[in-house]
């Protein structure tokens, strides 16, 4: 058994050594690398072998910060879950010290904040910003959050498509929906780094159905059928899918793909047409999340066809 998880922290290594400085690249390969069960006790294994690795070191903050994460969502005692925020802060922090360079650390203090405590201490440089912690220099931003995060994570590498993500879920957590909304499209007016950022606002939409139609509630096929849907889901594909050269698509996020595939078949775009786009790289079912949010097991190629064609049967055009 030793043998074996010394092998499996040395795959770890070399696997993140040869991404470089490709950060978008080592974001998401770290992300992977600390989703599955017992990963935790690799990655100790790694951190007490190598002390002094910055690698090791970021891994163990993404295994703490995702510790400390579903302790909340247990809702264990608070004197647990301020533990488990401790440890993962120290192990950002110590991270952040062992390679400036790297956004992963600052992805996770941001993760971090989505936890019921003041967000500021998870900024090891708090002391140090002159502008408001919580505040962004944009008027058409009015809401608090934990901007240097953020602009941290930017630094490091331009257009994070995950430290955005977290921004959103962070406001998701403490303001709602609305919120998450908000920023989702302002995020998208403002011509982001990536286009990938485009779809921060089909991911806001996704999460206020499931809040307004989750468990099987009805009114779906109002929602879906917006101008707001329409006009996100077209922006997304235009900006973003349409704008990829067509030999580098299949390295496109699978989940997005499965995103935007859903919303602009439920808005009424042609079935056919989005499948014969994003078929090839989507799954085949692309939408086992939004079928479980539901208490449905059917196939929502189908579900979806059978919304547009109510659409049509009312004699109403899917944008309007």
């Known amino acids: 058994m030793e043998d074996l998880t010394l092998g499996r922290y040395l795959a ?3 696997l993140l050594a040869r991404t470089g400085s490709n950060w978008a690249l080592r974001t998401t390969r770290s992300r992977l690398l600390a989703v599955g069960a017992g990963e935790g006790g690799v990655v100790k294994t790694w951190v007490d072998a190598e002390p002094g690795s910055p690698d090791a070191w970021m891994m163990w903050a993404r295994v703490l910060t995702r510790a400390a994460l579903a302790a909340f969502g247990r809702q264990e005692s608070e004197t647990l879950l301020a533990r488990a925020a401790g440890l993962a802060r120290q192990a950002c922090w110590r991270a952040a010290d062992l390679n400036p360079t790297c956004p992963v650390p600052w992805v996770c203090m941001l993760q971090l904040t989505q936890l019921p405590f003041a967000s500021h201490h998870f900024d090891p440089w708090v002391r140090q ?33 995950e430290g955005h993500h977290r921004m959103r879920e962070y406001f998701a957590r403490h303001g709602g929906g609305a919120a998450a909304m908000n920023y989702a ?8 780094d990536n286009p990938e950022l485009l779809m921060l606002p089909l991911y806001a939409l996704m999460d206020q159905y499931k809040a307004k139609h989750g468990d099987g509630q009805g009114g779906a096929l109002r929602f879906w059928r917006s101008a707001q849907v329409v006009h996100y889901a077209c922006k997304a594909r235009d900006g973003w899918f349409m704008a990829v050269p067509p030999a580098e698509r299949p390295w496109l996020p699978l989940l997005d793909l499965n995103h935007l595939a859903h919303a602009l078949v439920a808005c009424g775009e042609d079935a056919r047409a989005v499948f014969e786009a994003m078929g090839p790289y989507a799954t085949a079912q692309p939408w086992q999340e939004i079928n479980a949010s539901l208490g449905r097991t059917y196939d929502w190629t189908t579900e979806f066809l059978r919304i547009r064609a109510a659409v049509l049967r009312q004699g109403i055009r899917p944008s309007e």
Do not use: I, Q
Request: contains cysteine.
């Open 12 to 14: 770890a290594r070399d």
């Open 129 to 161: 910003r002159r502008m408001p912690w919580d505040r962004v220099s944009d008027p058409t931003m009015p809401h608090r959050g934990p901007w240097p995060l953020l602009a941290e994570v930017n630094w490091r590498d331009p257009g994070s498509r």
């Open 185 to 192: 499209c302002w995020m998208a007016a403002g011509r982001p």
